[in-house]
């Protein structure tokens, strides 16, 4: 017999990855997803036609509601990078198509921070899930017509910033291995010509600590330094549905940095370095010990 959790259970993954694109944050779409089950738990069952639908728009809500809030807008002052999350095994859903794997992308989500709540709801539904109008329509309580204007505008906002990356995953991987073996190596030269002339690194390491470094040199000297300090132990593995540098030392994850590759350059690092921005690739890569572990 199915029980109402678990039809829930059937739908988190899908409400994980629609409320982390929403967000930008693993930590609070994971805090959504328990608020949506709690509701979900206390609703009529009988009164719910379509549970996906219902749930949908009550995460939808839920990530609107904390969009809009004060912390929200304080906290997200300067190069703000979201937070990281391991793909390799469907964390986000299914990544089979370049606009799915966009959709979860760090570019990505730094440029839907430039959108309204509402215009980044209708954006995310209807690009990273492919919903129809009347269904977003209903999910965010306006007209089809609206929805309609709220996905055009909020395309427009984005396009100047908009960029796609399509090297294919085992070509991407062997130049973040090349790009880590270089780094390591101290060799400078061979850092640099992996990167695009043109390539930007993102770095934040918490609301008093974020900057932007730009250009071969700069970005090469920075990569190599920072390398350097994370040794020994520096994994490859995928985040954000592309190749990602994982720093660990005795154990804790000190640092993730995900690379935006073309066929042949490096054109983007983004590298989260904030504690509170690590935690969940900090659990999934290394669950704690038993006897640490959560009761």
Same mark, same amino acid.
């Given at each position: ?74 906290? +997200? ?42 215009? +980044? ?162 659990? +999934? ?11």
């Amino acid at each position: 017999m199915t029980t109402i959790g678990d039809v829930f259970d059937g739908e988190r993954g899908r409400l994980f990855g629609l409320a982390y694109r929403l967000l930008g944050s693993a930590a609070d779409a994971e805090d959504v997803v328990q608020e949506a089950f709690l509701r979900w738990h206390a609703a009529d069952q009988r009164a719910i036609e379509t549970p996906g639908t219902w749930l949908t728009k009550v995460v939808t809500n839920l990530c609107l509601n904390h969009l809009t809030s004060a912390r929200v807008r304080r906290e +997200r002052t300067g190069p703000w990078l979201p937070e990281p999350v391991l793909t390799g095994h469907g964390a986000l859903g299914p990544l089979e198509t370049a606009e799915q794997r966009e959709s979860v992308s760090l570019a990505l989500l730094v440029l839907l921070e430039r959108l309204t709540p509402v215009e +980044r709801a209708v954006f995310v539904l209807r690009e990273a899930f492919g919903y129809p109008y009347e269904d977003i329509a209903a999910v965010v309580s306006t007209s089809e017509g609206n929805c309609r204007q709220l996905h055009s505008r909020a395309r427009r906002r984005i396009g100047d910033g908009r960029t796609r990356f399509a090297a294919p995953d085992e070509q991407a991987r062997r130049l973040a291995e090349r790009f880590l073996a270089a780094a390591r190596a101290g060799d400078l030269v061979a850092l640099e010509e992996l990167l695009a002339a043109d390539v930007t690194a993102w770095v934040d390491a918490g609301p008093s600590s974020r900057r932007t470094v730009r250009g071969r040199e700069e970005v090469g000297r920075l990569a190599g330094t920072a390398l350097a300090r994370f040794a020994p132990r520096t994994l490859i593995a995928e985040a954000n549905a592309a190749p990602a540098l994982l720093f660990v030392r005795a154990g804790a994850l000190l640092g993730v940095t995900v690379l935006d590759i073309d066929e042949a350059r490096i054109r983007n690092l983004h590298t989260v370095t904030d504690p509170r921005k690590l935690a969940l690739v900090q659990r +999934r890569l290394l669950p704690a010990p038993a006897d640490q572990a959560r009761p």
